[in-house]
T-cell receptor, first 115, second 116 residues
């Protein structure tokens, strides 16, 4: 089955700890994205990547870091510098036909709770 | 910067009826995509329908159709013969058509409940 997987589904973190959220896709998509969703709000972009070993900050990148060592994988680390990390995190991916932006498809998400 | 507004926080409709969800947006771009995504209780974001701004014909996907009014910057979603499985949050989203990565800009969502 082709798709986007995220793990874990639920994650609990103590204050001061870094945690890493996994995102893997087997759709052969070039671009990958991380979004954050808070209650009563739409999604906001954290980081995105178009190719391996390259990524750019989105609107709310402070306190987060990413890597893109493989085309299929785009892990997100929530660092202790993120002041309010409790949220729902969604990973997405898309093709880039002829270099142009295209529809983004989403994984099932990870719910992060800071204790 | 683009903005997307969904003015109906909640809606409910009887099963088998038709419902229309509203969305307006603001942009200075001329080439872009508009999307409706559905987020059921599982919270996975599922693509419902996509509209390219350069196309005059409104997009349709089975029971889902849009009314795209480019001049008015309006993009409503009509769900016909509504089913219990349509119960979800619905998000309208905008994306500029450009080279390279472009983010989705989301509205705040409409919570739709289908009543048996």
């Amino acid at each position: 089955d082709g798709g986007i997987t995220q793990s874990p589904k639920y994650l609990f973190r103590k204050e001061g700890q870094n945690v890493t959220l996994s995102c893997e896709q087997n759709l052969n998509h070039d671009a990958m994205y991380w979004y954050r969703q808070d209650p009563g709000q739409g999604l906001r972009l954290i980081y995105y990547s178009q190719i391996v070993n390259d990524f750019q900050k989105g609107d709310i990148a402070e306190g987060y870091s990413v890597s893109r060592e493989k085309k299929e994988s785009f892990p997100l680390t929530v660092t202790s510098a993120q002041k309010n990390p409790t949220a729902f995190y969604l990973c997405a991916s898309s093709t880039i036909p002829s270099g142009l932006t295209d529809t983004q498809y989403f994984g099932p998400g990870t719910r992060l709770t800071v204790l | 910067a683009q903005t997307v507004t969904q003015s109906q926080p909640e809606m409910s409709v009887q099963e088998a009826e038709t419902v229309t969800l509203s969305c307006t947006y603001d942009t200075s771009e001329s080439n872009y995509y508009l999307f409706w995504y559905k987020q059921p209780p599982s919270r996975q974001m599922i693509l419902v329908i996509r509209q390219e701004a350069y196309k005059q014909q409104n997009a349709t996907e089975n029971r889902f159709s849009v009314n795209f009014q480019k001049a008015a910057k309006s993009f409503s979603l009509k769900i016909s013969d509504s089913q219990l499985g349509d119960t979800a949050m619905y998000f309208c989203a905008f994306m500029k058509l450009a080279f390279g990565n472009e983010k989705l800009t989301f509205g705040t969502g409409t919570r739709l409940t289908i009543i048996p």
